[in-house]
Nanobody, 122 residues
Framework: QVPLVESGGGLAQAGGSLRLSCAASGRTISTYALGWFRQAPGKEREFVAAVSWRGATYYGDSVKGRFTISRDNAKNTVYLQMNSLKPEDTAAYYC????????????????WGQGTQVTVSS
């Protein structure tokens, strides 16, 4: 098991920024691919960003150029820096981990956090 705990969500105005963190406990995640997904009410959970164990990054089209994923293996933590926020970014954000290569598919991740809510007002 890889317990994941997200933090950093909250309320932001359109055009503002938030940084999400996801910390793993009890097991190193340095060899895991890590991803962020989000789910808005009534919608399916969608891919936001991912980072490979080597540090290569991948983004969903809707967040490219605005969001940045990074990892700090020494702190066993993955981050999502969200800039130029839009009301349509409002969702519950989840971090996830898998022991193989990066995937855009939520069902291919093995471990999930409990989620943190991000609300962007216009």
């Amino acid at each position: 098991q890889v317990p994941l705990v997200e933090s950093g969500g909250g309320l932001a105005q359109a055009g503002g920024s938030l940084r999400l963190s996801c910390a793993a406990s009890g097991r190193t995640i340095s060899t895991y691919a890590l991803g962020w997904f989000r789910q808005a009410p009534g919608k399916e959970r969608e891919f936001v960003a991912a980072v490979s164990w080597r540090g290569a990054t991948y983004y969903g089209d809707s967040v490219k150029g605005r969001f940045t994923i990074s990892r700090d293996n020494a702190k066993n933590t993955v981050y999502l820096q969200m800039n130029s926020l839009k009301p349509e970014d409002t969702a519950a954000y989840y971090c996830a981990a898998r022991s193989l290569s990066v995937s855009y598919v939520r069902n291919e991740y093995d471990y999930w956090g409990q989620g943190t809510q991000v609300t962007v007002s216009s």
